[in-house]
C-alpha cells in the first residue's frame, strides 16, 4: 500500500577525494516520475531542473520513454531551453538476451528510437549516450578493492563495454568552469528564446485566423453587395417609381383640364366668363377615391414591410453563418474568433422603418398647397393666356381697318393683321401648355423632395 505521509526530500554528500569528477561538477540525481510519490517527485525534480546548467535524462533500454517521461520532457523540459543529454542505461540487459552478438542490433535499434523520439519530444535533436551502470559499478568496485590495479584482462573490456567512460569524458568536456560561464549565460537567453518562439507561433496562429477573417468579411461583403443590388432593384426603385407615378398623376390634372375645355371656354376664360366651366373640368380631373397622404402611406408602408423582412433574413443568416465559423476553425486552430460580433436587434425594426417613413410623408404632404389653392392659381394663369390670345386676335383688326381707309398700305395692313391674328392663335396653345408644364414640374420636384426625405 502507498505510505500516505508526505515525501520528504533528502540530500547525500559524495566526498570528491574518492570521485574526481566531483571536483569541479556538483552532481544532483533527482527523483524519478515513475514512482507511487510521482506528484511530489516531479514537483521536486522541476524545482531543482531550473537551476540546472546540464540535464542528464536517463530513461532504460528495456522501456524507454514511459508516458511519465514523456511528459516530463514535452511539458517541462522543454519549456527551459537547456542542454539535455539522453542516457539509456541498462544496456546490459540487451546483451544477456541477445547472446551471439551481444545484442548489438537491438542496441542499435534502442538508440535509433531515443534518438527520434528525444527530437520530437524536445523539439531537438539532443546528444544520446547508451550505457551500463552496472558493468561500470561492478568495474570500480572492483578496482577499488585490490591494491593493485593491473588486474584481469577482462576488467577494461568490461569497462570499455560499459561506455561510462563516453559519459564522464562529456560531463568533463561540457562543464568545464567556461563553459558553465557560457550556459549560466546561454539558460536565460534560451528560456527568453522560448518564450519568444511560443509568441511567434501563437502569432502565426492568429495570423491564420485573422486570413481567415479576412476570407470571411470578404464572402460577406459579396454577399452584403449582391443582397444590396437585390434589394435596390426590387424594394427600392419599385417604391420610388410607384410613388413617383402617384406625383405624376397628380401632375397631369392641368392638362386634363384643358383636354375638356373648349376652344371658346378657354377664350371665354379671357374675358372671365369661364369660370363655371373650369370649376366642372377641375372637378372632373382631379377626383380622388383616397387622399395623398394615405395613397403614399399605403405604399411605402408596403414595401417597408418587404424591406425589414429581408434585413432581417438576411442578417439572422449572416449571423448563423458567423456563428458556425469558430467551430470550423476550431477543427484546426484554437476555436475561437478573433473579435466579437454583436448580435443587431430586429425586433421593432418594421414599427422604426413604419414610423419614420409616415413622418416623412406626413411632412411632406403638410406643405403641399390645398386643391383650391392650386384650382385658383392655374384658372389666374389661364385667364392671363386668354386676355393675351383674345387681345392679340382683336389687334389684327387694327391694321386691316386702316387699309381699308387707305391710311397705310394695304400689303403692309394685310400683312401686320395676318402676323396679329396668328399670334393670338397661338398664344392660347403655347400659354396653355406652358401652364400645364409649369404644373407638372411643380409636383414632380414634390415626389424628388419625398424620395430625398425618404
Known amino acids: 500500500a502507498a505510505n500516505s505521509s508526505p515525501a520528504h526530500s533528502q540530500l547525500h554528500l559524495l566526498p570528491s577525494s574518492k570521485y574526481p569528477i566531483l571536483s569541479d561538477l556538483c552532481l544532483i540525481d533527482t527523483p524519478g516520475t515513475n514512482a507511487i510519490l510521482a506528484l511530489q517527485h516531479t514537483y521536486s525534480t522541476l524545482r531543482i531542473l531550473h537551476d540546472a546548467d546540464l540535464i542528464v535524462f536517463v530513461t532504460s533500454a528495456d522501456r524507454p520513454f514511459s508516458e511519465s517521461e514523456k511528459q516530463l520532457l514535452q511539458t517541462s523540459i522543454k519549456s527551459y531551453r537547456k542542454r539535455v543529454v539522453m542516457v539509456i542505461n541498462k544496456m546490459d540487459i540487451l546483451e544477456r538476451q541477445q547472446g551471439e552478438d551481444h545484442g548489438e542490433k537491438t542496441k542499435q535499434r534502442v538508440v535509433d528510437y531515443v534518438v527520434e523520439h528525444a527530437g520530437d519530444l524536445l523539439g531537438a535533436r539532443p546528444v544520446v549516450i547508451p550505457l551500463s551502470a552496472r558493468d561500470a559499478l561492478s568495474v570500480k568496485s572492483l578496482y577499488s578493492s585490490q591494491s593493485n590495479k593491473g588486474g584481469s584482462d ?100 392641368v392638362s386634363k383640364v384643358l383636354d375638356q375645355l373648349s376652344l371658346i371656354d ?167 401648355k406652358r401652364v400645364a408644364g409649369s404644373y407638372e414640374k411643380e409636383w414632380l420636384s414634390y415626389a424628388t423632395k419625398l424620395d430625398s426625405s425618404l
Not at 560561464?181 to 492568429?206: F, H, M, S, W
Not at 468579411?217 to 434589394?231: F, M, P, V, Y
Not at 417604391?239 to 405624376?248: G, H, Q, Y
Open 154 to 253: 577482462e576488467q577494461p573490456t568490461l569497462w570499455k563495454r560499459s561506455n561510462f567512460a563516453t559519459l564522464e569524458h562529456y560531463l568533463q568536456e561540457t562543464l568545464t568552469a567556461s563553459s558553465k560561464i557560457k550556459t549560466k549565460i546561454l539558460n536565460p537567453l534560451g528560456v527568453a528564446e522560448g518564450i519568444l518562439l511560443d509568441c511567434q507561433n501563437e502569432i502565426y496562429t492568429r495570423k491564420d485566423e485573422l486570413e481567415i477573417d479576412v476570407m470571411t468579411l470578404r464572402l460577406l461583403n459579396s454577399q452584403t453587395a449582391a443582397w444590396e443590388n437585390e434589394i435596390q432593384s426590387e424594394v427600392l426603385d419599385r417604391c420610388r417609381s410607384e410613388v413617383r407615378d402617384v406625383f405624376a398623376k397628380r401632375a397631369q390634372v
Open 266 to 432: 378657354r377664350l371665354r376664360m379671357g374675358l372671365g366668363l369661364g369660370k363655371t366651366s373650369y370649376d366642372n373640368a377641375w372637378e372632373n380631373a382631379n377626383i380622388q377615391t383616397i387622399s395623398l397622404e394615405n395613397e403614399l402611406n399605403a405604399i411605402v408602408g408596403e414595401y417597408s414591410d418587404t424591406l425589414s423582412s429581408r434585413t432581417k433574413t438576411q442578417g439572422e443568416a449572416t449571423l448563423e453563418y458567423l456563428g458556425k465559423r469558430p467551430a470550423v476553425v476550431g477543427s484546426k486552430g484554437a476555436g475561437r474568433m478573433i473579435g466579437t460580433v454583436s448580435a443587431p436587434k430586429f425586433k421593432g425594426l418594421r414599427e422604426d422603418l413604419r414610423s419614420s417613413t409616415t413622418t416623412a410623408i406626413q411632412t411632406l404632404t403638410s406643405r403641399l398647397p390645398p386643391d383650391g389653392e392650386c384650382s385658383d392659381r392655374v384658372y389666374s394663369s389661364l385667364c392671363r393666356n386668354a386676355l393675351t390670345s383674345t387681345f392679340l386676335c382683336s389687334s389684327a383688326i387694327a391694321p386691316s381697318t386702316l387699309a381699308f381707309l387707305e391710311m397705310i398700305d394695304s400689303a403692309m395692313g394685310v400683312t401686320m393683321s395676318t402676323l396679329l391674328f396668328a399670334l393670338g392663335g397661338l398664344a392660347l396653345p403655347i400659354g396653355s
